[in-house]
């Protein structure tokens, strides 16, 4: 798969979550710590789509959302335990762009998601922290990154 490719089908996958959360605010019910969160998150997202799009060399418009995972994503983010859901959303994207790092082959593209990364791991624990998960807890703090709840083309492509 081409870099530009890869690039757009993260971008699709960046678009998916931040809508979601958006489903998630308009809905209520969070607590404003919570929504504060999402929110932030969100506009983070956008900012990944538009930057994996610039990867692309493609304008942020051509960019729409993931319509597999957006769906999964409305089923769990508006269920009982949403912040769990963004969670396990924040990790797969997570993954997500680490399984990227192996298949690009662009500086460019490599550095762009080298850069969101961390954020993306970060979004989890910031999410876990609001979720009343210790900071401390090792299960935020795993020795190796796990890949296997990475999204394939196979499945959202």
């Known amino acids: 798969m081409a870099d530009a490719d890869r690039a757009l089908f993260v971008a699709g996958l960046e678009v998916a979550l ?6 998630v605010l308009d809905r209520g019910g969070l607590d404003d710590a919570a929504a504060e969160v999402l929110l932030v998150l969100a506009q983070h997202h956008d900012e990944h ?7 692309a060399r493609r304008p942020r418009s051509d960019v729409v959302a993931n319509a597999t995972w957006y769906a999964e994503l409305n089923q769990t983010l508006l269920g ?3 912040l769990d859901a963004a ?3 924040e990790e797969s994207l997570a993954a997500t762009h680490l399984v990227s790092l192996r298949l690009l082959t662009a500086a ?4 762009a998601v080298a850069a969101i990364l961390p954020v993306e791991a970060q979004h989890s624990i910031a999410v876990a922290a609001v979720a009343g998960v ?3 807890d090792p299960t ?3 020795g ?4 296997d709840g990475a999204l394939a083309e196979a499945r959202y492509g």
């Open 140 to 142: 935020l703090h795993p």
């Open 18 to 23: 931040a809508d979601a959360y958006r489903v």
């Open 134 to 136: 210790a900071v401390t």
């Open 80 to 82: 009982s335990s949403p």
């Open 87 to 89: 969670r396990a959303a």
């Open 49 to 55: 789509a538009s930057a994996l799009a610039a990867v």
């Open 144 to 147: 190796v990154a796990p890949v």
């Open 108 to 111: 460019t593209a490599a550095s």
